[in-house]
């Protein structure tokens, strides 16, 4: 398979700061922080996302933060932690995950731990995201896709003023093993942003 240098070489940040988020790309000494709050937040997380019975132990993290690295490095995924902007400490992940290099289509992901919820990093971080894809990436079209039965998740973008596309009825297979339907939302850049 042929490298595409130029997706590789496309520069991306160190970190992108809010006035409540740090985001920047996983480390390997971040793998601790990363075990503790999935550990945490285990049940919390469970019925949404499918890594919520790994990292059973900070090696386990370590591998998937070297995992996460690597794809950085060759822009296949852009995979990023969260921090407490004051207080340095871990709050979750997310990542502005390529779907299209050619078109510029990038969908953002993200989870936070149970003792960060409800202060604000994920909505912040979205918006961190959100405009660097369209600032720096040239992109046409930012997705959050998220399971309908999920609340607390459909209310970032809905907050944000993405656009809600689409319910994808019975689409996925949810974490328990039951059918699930998806939410779709997106912003394009002729959309407002930031009502």
Known sequence: MPINTTRILTPLFEELRGERVLVRPYREDDAAALYEAVAESREHIRPWLPFADEHQTVEESLAVIRHFISNWLVREEMT?????????????????????????????GYWVRKSAEGKGYISEAVKLLTDYAFASLQANRVMIRCDARNNR?????????????????????????????????????DDPRWP
């Open 80 to 108: 990023v932690a969260l921090f407490d902007a004051q207080t340095g400490q871990y709050a979750g992940g997310s990542g502005l995950h390529p779907r299209n290099w050619e078109i510029g289509f990038f969908e953002i």
């Open 153 to 189: 998740s459909a209310a970032v973008p809905r907050r944000l003023g993405f656009v809600e596309e689409a319910l994808l009825r019975n689409d996925s297979i949810a974490t328990d093993g039951t059918i699930r339907s998806t939410l779709v939302f997106s912003l394009t850049p």
